[in-house]
């Protein structure tokens, strides 16, 4: 699991790297003269050579939180670190307010790598929230813990764990009250998504669904399909090098499974993980297909076109994007909706040409040469360090300049 560092604190709050010092958290338990600001305040709690953590995956991007019923000011916060100087493991610090005081009440070696999630909510519509902190207990993206805490005054009590993969906290139920979706793994070390509510200190579980036993679980995205509904898209590895997408929605009192699974979107040839590709809120599953003139060609020179769709509850879907990626020269190039399906590629050395399936016409041209060494006549299309990405094309095509983009650009 790739951790995020929050070590560069003015990111996050200006001044606090100032107030570190270097007591120790055992020692330094109080601030006498709090800053007014409480995130200050509290950041400066952090011992002398530690590194804020920011949980993977949490909805908010954030070391640091505070915890207030509605109107009032917070009585309650978190701390995420990592102590560098000692075992590196993750650090939970409790702290409560008390006459403008900020004090600790607990600093907690949590046995984690680092924070998966961390989220302070409602989840049994007491009107108190719980703490739900989840985190990586390996390097490889899974094998996560999940630990639900209630808050109380001078202490944090533990009510439930859960061992995940991944995880979503959100209402499922559309009972106004947060579940908790998560896919686990069972006992023969296939995979399983299961939804589960938080009742009396305990979690409930209240549906729960295999994915498919010949996959591998690599990848999961908690969002909404086309038609609003909110639904886990998990992504397994098939076979040698294919992948599978299985869409998991609840209904009717049980979890359920969208579309055709051996459909040329959900089933793909290659790994192809599912995302919010065009930033809507709807996550479009990746899919691919053969391009005309390589129906019989060794599987390995296929160059497939890449597809996006958006699926709904009732299993039908429509594309949003196709494009050519070219996964050795680290860019790709989206195809206008007008060409969807209409497209096929012929690839020469250090050239990629997108021609059309009716006649051949030329939609777009990219070659790639070393910085030094561009023709007079390039149109640059895109740079790295090294390498010129450009066209000698002059007249305009069906597929703009505009479609070309560096993978590096939509990773940022």
Same mark, same amino acid.
């Not at 409480?38 to 909805?59: H, R, T």
């Not at 533990?158 to 009250?177: F, G, H, P, R, V």
């Not at 038609?227 to 898209?233: I, P, Y």
């Not at 560096?406 to 940022?412: G, R, S």
């Given at each position: ?23 120790? @958290? ?8 709090p800053?007014?600001?409480?995130i ?7 011992p ?20 207030? !019923? ?7 916060a ?6 560098t ?9 409790y ?5 403008? @005081? #900020? ?27 719980e ?82 036993? !010949? ?64 930033g ?28 996006? !769709? ?57 070659? #790639? ?27 305009? @095509? ?6 070309f ?8």
């Amino acid at each position: 699991m790739k951790l995020k560092y929050a070590n560069m604190i003015p990111l996050l709050l200006t001044g606090v790297i100032l107030l570190t010092g270097c007591k120790n @958290t055992e020692k330094q338990n109080t601030i006498s003269q709090p800053p007014k600001d409480d995130i200050a305040a509290i950041g400066a709690f952090l011992p002398s050579g530690s590194e804020l953590l920011v949980p993977e995956n949490a909805a908010k991007k954030q070391s640091i939180f505070l915890s207030a !019923q509605a109107g009032m000011e917070a009585r309650e916060a978190f701390l995420l670190y990592r102590n560098t100087t000692d075992n590196r493991q993750a650090h939970l610090v409790y702290l409560t307010k008390e006459n403008g @005081t #900020w004090k600790i009440k607990e600093d907690m070696e949590t046995g984690y790598l680092g924070f998966d999630t961390f989220e302070l909510t409602d989840l049994d519509g007491d009107g108190v929230k719980e703490a739900i902190v989840g985190g990586a207990v390996s390097n490889t993206g899974h094998d996560n813990q999940l630990a639900i805490y209630k808050l109380e005054k001078d202490k944090l009590t533990k009510t439930s764990e859960l061992n995940y993969d991944a995880l979503s906290i959100a209402d499922y139920t559309k009972d106004q009250i947060p579940d908790i979706m998560a896919i686990t793994k069972k006992q023969d070390n296939t995979s399983a998504a299961g939804l589960y509510s938080y009742e009396k200190g305990n979690l409930k579980l209240l549906s729960q669904i295999d994915l498919d036993p !010949q996959g591998f679980f690599e990848h999961a995205v908690f969002g909404t399909l086309a038609d609003g509904e909110k639904a886990l898209f998990a992504d397994s590895g098939m076979g040698a090098h294919s992948m599978l997408t299985e869409i998991i929605v609840y209904q009717n009192g049980n979890l359920e499974k969208v579309g055709d699974p051996l459909d040329h979107v959900l089933l793909k040839e290659y790994p192809i993980y599912s995302r919010d590709i065009n930033g809507d809120g709807i996550i479009e599953v990746g899919g691919m297909y053969i391009p005309k003139g390589y129906e019989d060609a060794a599987f390995a020179e296929i160059p497939f076109i890449d597809t996006y !769709q958006d699926y709904k509850l009732d299993g039908t879907f429509q594309v949003v994007e196709e494009r050519y990626t070219d996964q050795g020269q680290h860019f790709y190039i989206s195809f206008p909706k007008e060409l969807y399906e209409g497209v096929t590629v012929k690839r020469k050395d250090n050239e990629v040409l997108l021609l059309s399936t009716q006649g051949d016409t030329v939609l777009f041209q990219v070659k #790639w040469a070393a910085n030094n060494s561009l023709p007079s006549n390039a149109v640059v299309l895109g740079k790295t360090k090294e390498t010129s990405f450009y066209t000698e094309l002059k007249e305009e @095509t069906k597929i703009p300049t505009s479609a070309f983009h560096l993978m590096e650009e939509e990773l940022n």
